[in-house]
């Protein structure tokens, strides 16, 4: 008997087209279903944008409803190349006349000139840090004690010794500099102001500490008469007008004030003075508060509003032309929150000045949007009140600031638990149950194709030896009447 090599073969019928006809049929459910996930999945993301645009009215309601936004301050200053302020807190509004006479520096000194390489002896080096009084006149030690740098085995070059300097941590900074006639070493303070300057002594291992061979060739140290200082090759001032260690000096409202460093951070509090030059007229340093930064908060808070009211309105409308709704409309989670939200702008607060939002230039439209007016500029001239309109906090709807009553309505939306968390949570979970309806779908629809090729390859078999046996009599009964005839 023949084998069956395809499906209808056997029975002379389009099987495959049947079987693709009837699995077709089972997989019909599935065109909802992703018809559905579709939908879901838009409305997903569409939360997921009312979530991100709400989280954003939350950021700008936080600083509106905070006391700390209302008290920025705008600091200026009549020529910022000589002072420079910044506020460090809240500075008392007002305007300040600063007269520069001196920046701070730290002390300089340099060797004189050696040959690369040559070895300055052995001994110790005594670096002190202290005051210097004009002149090099009196060393007066600082509070920390004199740092011991060891020059040995006579093989120390200036470079060497330079590392060495700088590797003791006493205050210094060490460094070579060559020029036409060879190496020095140059030494400076690490920070500025008087008490940053330095005297560094010699203990020599050839017993003269003062003389002009071996280590003392380094050492300064002018308040003992020290005749290194103007010998040759010991170690000398860099230049008359920048070596010697100083405060900065200025005049603020005319008062004599000092600085170890070009910061004056505690003349005014909340208030910090930089100086960069010398003045040769007085400098205007005005502290006025900031009212443009405040107005920029608000416009902040308007854009917000509009952004996330735009997004409510486009998502819950109805197109009457096409007779289509929107992918929100009639979801009462969406409309109950755009009917919050406008009527959350539009309350009153009692207890002030301003108890609108219209009393302030910002007015409601016809769609919900918000409108700045000219106003506001006008409403701001009277700062306390407009903060008072928006961060009181009497404790009940009324009373409360519109800055407090946005924040605390955007941040119960936004918790864990809260309305946006709870609806795309449950949109989640119906786009997770329609994921397995298609696929439960799918499985049967697999299981129903696999029967009906097994019936239908049954049945090709059944009629292949139904046709066989049928050709069979054929045959016998044309063989039959051949010979009767």
């Known amino acids: 008997m023949a084998t069956i090599s395809s499906i209808g073969i056997g029975s002379g019928l389009d099987v495959n087209s049947i079987i693709t006809k009837l699995v077709d049929l089972e997989k019909q459910p599935i065109t909802a279903l992703k018809t559905k996930a579709t939908t879901l999945s838009a409305q997903l993301s569409a939360y997921g944008t009312v979530k991100s645009q709400l989280s954003t009215l939350n950021d700008v309601a936080l600083s509106l409803g905070t006391s700390a936004l209302w008290n920025p301050i705008s600091v200026t200053s009549s020529n910022t190349s000589a002072v420079t302020a910044s506020a460090t807190g809240v500075p008392s509004q007002g305007s300040y006349s600063v007269e520069v006479q001196q920046l701070s520096r730290g ?11 040559t070895s300055l ?36 070059s200036l470079a060497s010794i330079a590392s060495k300097i700088n590797d003791a941590g006493a205050g210094v900074t060490a460094t070579i500099i060559t020029d036409n006639a060879g190496q020095r070493l140059s030494l400076r303070s690490n920070t500025t102001g008087e008490l940053s300057g330095f005297r560094m002594q010699v203990k020599d291992t050839d017993t003269t500490n003062n003389d002009n061979a071996g280590l003392s060739r380094l050492a300064f140290d002018p308040a003992t008469n ?9 170690m000398a001032t860099t230049t008359a007008s920048s070596v010697q260690a100083r405060d900065a000096q ?22 910090s003075l930089q100086v960069g030059q010398v003045t040769t007229a007085p400098v205007t340093v005005g502290i006025a508060q900031d009212t443009a930064a405040i107005k920029k908060t608000i416009t902040s808070f308007v854009d917000a509003y509009n952004a996330l009211n735009t997004t409510l309105t486009d998502a819950t409308k109805y197109d009457s032309t096409n007779k289509v709704g929107s992918l ?16 959350l702008v539009g309350s009153i607060t009692t207890g002030g000045t301003f108890s609108r939002l219209s009393d302030i230039g910002i007015t409601v439209q016809r769609d919900g949007s918000l409108l700045t007016s000219t106003k ?46 709870a609806k795309s949570t449950a949109i989640q979970t119906m786009l997770d149950r329609n994921s397995t309806e298609q696929q439960k779908v799918t499985d049967r629809a697999t299981t129903v ?10 049945l090709d078999s059944q009629m292949a030896s139904l046709t ?13 009447n051949k010979s009767t005839a």
């Open 226 to 234: 020290d005749p290194l200082t103007s010998l040759p090759s010991g």
């Open 107 to 117: 002390q300089s000194v340099a060797s004189a000139a050696v040959v690369s390489g």
């Open 250 to 271: 200025a005049t603020l409202n005319g008062v004599a004030v000092t600085s170890s460093t070009n910061t004056f951070a505690s003349l005014v509090p909340g208030l």
């Open 449 to 458: 194709e696999a029967r009906l090729r097994k019936q239908y390859t049954a």
């Open 121 to 156: 002896g052995t001994g110790t080096l005594s670096i002190q840090l202290g005051k210097w009084s004009s002149g090099f006149g009196a060393f007066t030690p600082g509070a920390a004690a004199a740092v011991s740098v060891t020059i040995g085995n006579g093989q120390d």
């Open 468 to 480: 066989a046996l049928n050709n069979y009599v054929t045959q016998q009964v044309t063989l039959w």
């Open 328 to 343: 929100l409309q009639g979801d009462s989670t969406t409309v109950g929150l755009q009917n919050a939200l406008r009527n």
């Open 376 to 421: 506001l500029d006008t409403a701001l001239q009277n700062m306390p009140a407009v903060k008072s309109f928006f961060t009181s906090s009497g404790g009940t709807a009324t009373t409360n600031g519109l800055g407090l009553k946005l924040k605390n309505f955007t941040q119960a939306l936004l918790a864990t638990g809260g309305t946006i968390g």
